[in-house]
């Protein structure tokens, strides 16, 4: 009961000291990003990806089952997953932000921020992100590895660390200063704050438009191939696996429980405070679907319990893991027989495998955190009680933020 009271006195200072002071400031935007988990990135997309088998015949495979990008990098098909989106890419060009026969053309140029020979999008080339990436994330497998060793999850590692995770990745992509790793923002936030393409339904938008270049790329392969062209052919067909797996990372993201009902593009645009905030809103509902899985259905009759990033390797997952990665399989494989038939699909059947978003509310999930109802944007009445089923128009932003940051699990 006193930790209740002192903690809405605390709430109620605070928001009269914000309302006094105006606009927010690079501080107050800074003590949000620390308090509040603002990243993504994590070795569960690469993981997974490397499960892909990618078939050749009657070409030879590369070594290493390393693909090589235009730009001449080479990476696994788990890599390209991990890195597309998350770290690589246009802040400033979200695939699902394109209009419709753009949209294919957005995504190649998403994609040739990590393929491509030049930085454009970046104070860094592709060749100096991957390297400085490359490193992180060896370091990051290091530390998992001891933490796990101590008996701790992923999941709980991740939580306790997410802020000088975050911070460290925004310095690599020329962000944040020697004092302060949020501000300026650099490129991993930058494309954090509009990661709409990350969300259903628009990371699905994104997936078709690079799944579409893929085949195509595919289909290049297959007439060199019948030329005789053999070096050109097996050029294309890595190229189209590279754009494949690129494309996967939304794939992947819209099997992610706290991806699937989180209304991101609808925060974004309803909610008066800087974007990289509306993400930490988004974040709130984005962590506790995946940290608590959702039942979900699809179109071949399966029902199982999705869960979301950080939680993947919780032994309850692995039925959702399962599903995962044979939806992956079967859009690589689309790739492959593109490539063998020089025939493109005629529709893409790993969709089929994904759940029914819509009649996720109708299945006995606990309730959603926001939603948005005849065009108005809806928050749970109590912040904290997943069994109210009560939402309420007359809500804030940043009043929602500090009541987390007060009141955390």
């Given amino acids: 009961m006193i930790k209740d009271i002192i903690a809405k006195l605390l709430l109620s200072w605070f928001i009269v000291g914000i309302t006094k002071a105006g606009p927010l400031n690079h501080h107050q935007i800074e003590d949000q990003l620390k308090q509040h988990n603002a990243g993504f990135a994590n070795l569960e997309h690469r993981d997974y990806g490397n499960r892909v088998v990618l078939h050749w015949a009657p070409l030879p495979p590369p070594q290493n089952n390393r693909l090589t990008l235009p730009n001449g990098l080479q990476l696994s098909y788990g890599e390209l997953v991990m890195y597309a989106g998350d ?7 979200p695939i699902s932000n394109c209009k419709t026969q753009q949209q294919e053309a957005c995504f190649i140029r998403q994609f040739n921020t990590l393929g491509g020979t030049t930085s454009d999008y970046s104070c860094k080339t592709p060749l100096t992100l991957l390297s400085e990436y490359s490193q992180f994330f060896e370091t990051l497998e290091t530390q998992l590895k001891a933490a796990e060793a101590q008996g701790q999850k992923p999941w709980e590692f ?15 992509g020329c962000g944040g200063t020697a004092v302060n790793g949020y501000l300026p923002l650099g490129l991993y936030l930058k494309l954090a704050q509009v990661n709409f393409d990350h969300f259903v339904p628009d990371s699905l938008t994104a997936y078709r438009a690079g799944h579409a270049v893929a085949l195509r790329s595919a289909l290049e392969a297959h007439h060199y191939l019948d030329e005789g062209k053999l ?5 294309a067909l890595q190229r189209a696996y590279a754009q494949n797996a690129f494309a996967n990372h939304f794939l992947t993201d819209s099997m992610s429980s706290g991806h ?23 974040n709130l509902m984005h962590d506790e679907d995946s940290k ?9 009759g399966l029902s199982w319990r999705a869960y979301g990033d950080d939680y993947l390797s919780h032994p309850d997952a692995a039925r959702h893991v399962e599903i995962l990665t044979h939806i992956m ?9 593109t490539f063998r038939d020089g025939k493109l699909p005629a529709s893409y059947d790993e969709l089929g495998w994904l759940p029914d978003f819509d009649k996720i509310e109708q299945l006995p999930n606990h309730s959603p955190l926001f939603k948005v109802e005849n065009g108005v944007l809806l928050k749970r009445l109590s912040n904290h009680d997943r069994n109210d089923y009560h939402w309420t128009a007359l809500w804030s932003g940043l009043i929602t933020l500090i009541d987390f940051q007060i009141n955390k699990d």
Avoid: C, W
């Avoid at 070096?231 to 050029?235: L, R, W």
């Avoid at 399989?329 to 027989?337: I, N, P």
């Fill in 87 to 93: 770290l690589f890419g246009d802040p400033y060009k």
């Fill in 329 to 337: 399989q079967l859009s690589a494989d689309a790739v492959y027989t």
């Fill in 158 to 172: 991740y939580q306790h660390h997410f802020s000088e995770l975050s911070q460290t990745l925004n310095r690599i």
């Fill in 292 to 300: 608590y899985g959702l039942e979900v259905s699809n179109a071949q």
């Fill in 231 to 235: 070096a050109e052919a097996n050029k």
């Fill in 260 to 282: 699937m009902r989180t209304p991101r593009r609808a925060i974004h645009n309803n909610i008066a405070l800087p974007a990289i905030l509306n993400l930490l809103i988004a």
